[in-house]
C-alpha cells in the first residue's frame, strides 16, 4: 500500500484528538484510505511542552510547508493569521488542506477556495462547524437540489454546556466555563464562545453553503451568553421555555437574515432538549422538507473524527489523481437583511414603582409601538417596587426598539434588567 503524509498545524485539543484517533483506528482508516497516513510532523508554539502524542514537534512552518513528503496539511492551530498564510503556502505547494478553523473560513474562504482551484488542491473543512456532525458535507452534497430556506441551530458546544448547567444544576458561569475549558471544549479566548462570536463564524459558514450566497462574519448579528441571570433562567422556566443560544439563517424576500443571540425557546421544541456540548442544526429546504443533524458540537475526539474523515477523502482523491468537491457552490449574490427588519418576539425584565397606572403607561409605550403582550407575570419587590416580565407578540426589531426607549425614558422605570428574543413554535 502507498502512503501518504500529513502535516499537522497545531498539536492541541484537535490536533492531539487526531493523533490519538489515527492510533487508535489506523489500521481500519489505512484500509478505507486504502494508503497508509502517517503524521510527519506537528507545528507547535513550544517545543518543550510535555505532550502524550508520539509525533515529531517543530516550531519552524517550513519543515511542513516546504517538505515534498508531506501531501496533505491539517490545520489545527486556530485564528486568522498566520493560519490564512499558511493554508495558502500549502495549497500553493501543491499539499490538499483541511481545516478545522471557522475564523478564518467565515472572513477568506473566497480566496481560500480560489486559490485551491487555481492550484488544483482539495480544501476541506467539516470540522470547523458543529464539531463532529456532517452538516458540511450534507450542505455540500445531499441538499444542492433544494431551495434552502432557513438553518437554525445550537452551534456552540461550550455555551450549551454553560446554560444547561445553570438550568439543571443552578451552577455559577464561570464554574462552568471554567469546566468546558478543562474539557477542551472552549476556544483559545472563551470570549469568543460565550460572546456568540464562534457560533456568528460557524453560521456564516453554513448561510453562505445554505443560500449558495457570501455571508461574511461581520454579516452576522451578535449577542452572547454573558447577560443571562438565573433569574431569567427561572423566569423562562416559569413561562414554559428554556433558554437556548441559538443560530439563526433565513432566506426572505428582503435578503438574508443572519443572527446569532439567546432565545427562549418553548420546552417543547426541538431544540430545547439539546443539552450539554450537543449542538443540533435544524435545515429546512423546499424539497427536503424539515432535517435534523444532532451530535457532540466541541470536544477532541468529536472534532477529530470530522478531520479525519476529510482527510481520508483528501487521501483517496490524490490516489485517484482528482479533485473532490470545487468551489463555495455560490450562484448567487443575495442582500444581508438589515436587523431592525428582522422579527421575534421578545422577554422583557424590569423594575417599576408598584403605584396605580405604571402597567398602563407599560402598556401605552408597547402599543405606542403596535406591539401587543402574549404574557405578563408580576412580582411584588421590596422598597414600594414590583418586578414584571413581559413576552410580546412578534414584532420588528425597530418597533421593539421604539417601544424600549420610551420605557427607558419613563420616570417610574427603577430598571430595566434584561431583554432576550423569544423563539415561538
Ligand atoms: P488549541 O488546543 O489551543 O491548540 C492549538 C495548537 O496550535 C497548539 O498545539 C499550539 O501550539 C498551536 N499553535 C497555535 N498558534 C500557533 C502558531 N502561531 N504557530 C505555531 N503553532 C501554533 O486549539 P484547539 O482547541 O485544538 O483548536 C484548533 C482549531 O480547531 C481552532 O481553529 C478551533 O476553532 C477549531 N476547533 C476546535 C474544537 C474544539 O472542540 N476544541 C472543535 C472544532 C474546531 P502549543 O501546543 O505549543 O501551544
Ligand atoms: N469552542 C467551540 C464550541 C468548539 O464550544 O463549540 C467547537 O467548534
Redesign the pocket.
Known amino acids: 500500500m502507498s502512503s501518504m503524509n500529513i502535516g499537522l498545524?497545531?498539536?492541541?485539543?484537535?490536533?492531539?484528538?487526531v493523533a490519538a484517533v489515527l492510533a487508535k483506528n489506523g489500521a481500519d482508516i489505512n484500509r478505507r484510505a486504502e494508503c497508509d497516513i502517517r503524521v510527519k510532523a506537528?507545528?507547535?508554539?513550544?517545543?518543550t511542552?510535555k505532550?502524550a502524542e508520539n509525533v515529531p514537534?517543530t516550531?519552524n512552518?517550513a519543515d511542513i510547508l516546504a517538505d515534498k513528503d508531506v501531501q496533505i496539511v491539517a490545520?489545527?492551530?486556530?485564528?486568522v493569521?498566520?493560519?490564512r498564510s499558511?493554508v495558502l503556502e500549502a495549497l500553493r505547494s501543491k499539499k490538499s488542506v483541511v481545516?478545522?478553523?471557522?475564523?478564518?473560513l467565515a472572513l477568506h474562504a473566497e480566496e481560500i477556495f480560489r486559490v485551491a482551484a487555481e492550484n488544483g488542491q482539495d480544501i476541506y473543512f467539516e470540522?470547523?462547524?458543529a464539531?463532529g456532525i456532517p452538516i458540511i458535507a450534507a450542505m455540500r452534497a445531499s441538499f444542492t437540489a433544494n431551495d434552502i430556506t432557513s438553518v437554525t441551530g445550537i452551534i456552540n458546544?461550550?455555551t450549551n454546556y454553560i446554560l444547561t448547567a445553570m438550568t439543571e444544576q443552578g451552577r455559577d458561569f464561570a464554574a462552568v466555563l471554567h469546566e468546558a475549558q478543562e474539557l477542551?471544549?472552549?476556544?483559545?479566548d472563551p470570549a469568543?464562545d460565550v460572546e456568540g462570536l464562534?457560533a456568528a463564524r460557524k453560521l456564516a459558514i453554513l448561510a453562505t453553503l445554505a443560500f449558495h450566497t457570501p455571508v461574511l462574519f461581520p454579516d452576522v448579528y451578535v449577542e452572547g451568553i454573558t447577560g443571562i441571570t438565573s433569574a431569567d433562567i427561572e423566569y423562562a422556566r416559569e413561562l414554559g421555555r428554556v433558554i437556548k443560544l441559538l443560530a439563526i439563517a433565513r432566506k426572505t424576500e428582503e435578503g438574508v437574515e443572519v443572527r446569532v443571540h439567546p432565545a427562549l425557546l418553548p420546552e417543547r421544541h426541538p431544540l430545547a432538549t439539546v443539552r450539554d456540548v450537543f449542538n443540533a442544526v435544524y435545515v429546512e429546504g423546499d424539497a427536503l422538507g424539515e432535517s435534523m443533524f444532532y451530535g457532540r458540537?466541541?470536544?477532541?475526539l468529536?472534532?477529530a473524527s470530522?478531520v479525519l474523515s476529510d482527510v481520508i477523502q483528501a487521501a483517496r482523491n490524490r490516489n485517484a489523481g482528482v479533485q473532490g468537491r470545487q468551489g463555495l457552490g455560490h450562484d448567487r449574490r443575495l442582500p444581508i437583511k438589515p436587523v431592525r427588519d428582522y422579527r421575534s418576539s421578545f422577554y422583557i425584565r424590569l423594575k417599576v414603582k408598584d403605584e396605580p397606572r405604571v402597567f398602563a403607561s407599560l402598556a401605552l409605550f408597547f402599543a405606542e409601538a403596535d406591539i401587543s403582550f402574549a404574557s405578563i407575570i408580576q412580582k411584588p419587590r421590596s422598597g414600594g417596587n414590583a418586578e414584571i416580565a413581559l413576552v410580546t407578540h412578534p414584532c420588528r426589531e425597530s418597533q421593539f426598539e421604539q417601544a424600549l426607549s420610551s420605557v427607558r425614558a419613563y420616570s417610574k422605570l427603577e430598571k430595566i434588567y434584561n431583554t432576550i428574543r423569544v423563539l415561538n413554535d
Open positions: 498545524l497545531g498539536l492541541g485539543t484537535v490536533g492531539g484528538g506537528a507545528l507547535v508554539l513550544d517545543e511542552k505532550r514537534v516550531t512552518p490545520e489545527l492551530m486556530g485564528g493569521e498566520p493560519a499558511y481545516t478545522a478553523n471557522k475564523d478564518l470540522g470547523a462547524v464539531g458546544g461550550t477542551g471544549y472552549a476556544e483559545s469568543a464562534d458540537g466541541a470536544g477532541a468529536p472534532t470530522a
